[in-house]
């Protein structure tokens, strides 16, 4: 009997024992000698680790599960992290590309590749009319369906994740541009899990009540463009 009890407490200490997050990444030549860093999406910075035979690693442990950079440079990836995931990222790739064992990083990825691939496409367009001397009026009367299809990604990447942190993470990069005042902003943050534990939600979210607060400040709003600036 006290063999029993004892096997079964030794498994119940195990499961309550935090598993290390690891992230092994492969950084190709042009950073050779570079640090990495693992910051906080407020530009807290984690943990760090230079980059060696083209490679890096970082490990450590979190207490819940938080969206996160991996800076280097001017690149810059966000990975989702959690004890027990084994995150596998790759900075040669257009965007890097963060995967996992739990599958939540692929997700992620999955979305910001495209957007990546849209955004790119708009810009080019848009550069393409430049060229041939297009009026603004033309470009903006050419792209109002790309960019309605871009910010529809963004849309179905916070409505699809609702119940995880990639949702609440997309509504962060891009709240001030789909829910410019406070009552939208408001009501969609109380349908995304997560979105009042996200930093830069809560920055978009203190700025409009802010600007909520004065007649004066009520008039006016930042209409900045999106990016997966986190």
Same mark, same amino acid.
């Given at each position: 009997?006290?063999?029993?009890?004892?096997? #079964?407490?030794?498994?119940?200490?195990?499961?309550?024992?935090?598993?290390?997050?690891?992230?092994?990444?492969?950084?190709?030549?042009?950073?050779?000698?570079?640090?990495?860093?693992?910051?906080?999406?407020?530009?807290?910075?984690?943990?760090?680790?230079?980059?060696?035979?083209?490679?890096?690693?970082?490990?450590?442990?979190?207490?819940?599960?938080?969206?996160?950079?991996?800076?280097?440079?001017?690149?810059?990836?966000?990975?989702?992290?959690?004890?027990?995931?084994?995150?596998?990222?790759?900075?040669?790739?257009?965007?890097?590309?963060?995967?996992?064992?739990?599958?939540?990083?692929?997700?992620?990825?999955?979305?910001?590749?495209?957007?990546?691939?849209?955004?790119?496409?708009?810009?080019?367009?848009?550069?393409?009319?430049?060229?041939?001397?297009?009026?603004?009026?033309?470009?903006?009367? #050419?792209?109002?369906?790309?960019? #309605?299809?871009?910010?529809?990604?963004?849309?179905?990447?916070?409505?699809?994740?609702?119940?995880?942190?990639?949702?609440?993470?997309?509504?962060?990069?891009?709240?001030?541009?789909?829910?410019?005042?406070?009552?939208?902003?408001?009501?969609?943050?109380?349908?995304?899990?997560?979105?009042?534990?996200?930093?830069?939600?809560?920055?978009?979210?203190?700025?409009?009540?802010?600007?909520?607060?004065?007649?004066?400040?009520?008039?006016?709003?930042?209409?900045?463009?999106?990016?997966?600036?986190?």
């Amino acid at each position: 009997m006290k063999r029993i009890l004892y096997f #079964a407490a030794f498994a119940a200490l195990m499961a309550c024992t935090p598993k290390e997050y690891t992230i092994n990444g492969y950084a190709g030549e042009d950073y050779e000698g570079k640090t990495v860093y693992l910051r906080k999406l407020d530009g807290t910075v984690l943990d760090s680790c230079v980059v060696a035979d083209k490679h890096f690693a970082i490990k450590g442990q979190m207490d819940t599960q938080i969206v996160c950079n991996l800076t280097s440079g001017w690149m810059k990836t966000p990975v989702l992290i959690k004890n027990g995931a084994e995150i596998d990222v790759d900075f040669t790739s257009i965007p890097a590309m963060a995967r996992d064992n739990g599958g939540m990083n692929d997700k992620l990825y999955a979305i910001i590749k495209q957007l990546t691939d849209a955004r790119m496409a708009l810009m080019n367009k848009e550069d393409s009319m430049r060229d041939a001397n297009g009026s603004p009026q033309t470009i903006d009367a #050419a792209t109002r369906d790309d960019y #309605a299809a871009l910010y529809d990604i963004y849309r179905n990447g916070i409505t699809d994740n609702k119940d995880n942190i990639i949702g609440a993470y997309i509504l962060g990069v891009s709240a001030r541009v789909l829910y410019p005042n406070l009552q939208l902003l408001d009501s969609m943050m109380n349908e995304v899990k997560y979105a009042k534990d996200m930093p830069n939600v809560m920055k978009v979210y203190n700025s409009l009540k802010a600007l909520e607060a004065t007649k004066e400040g009520a008039k006016y709003t930042d209409f900045t463009g999106i990016g997966l600036d986190g």
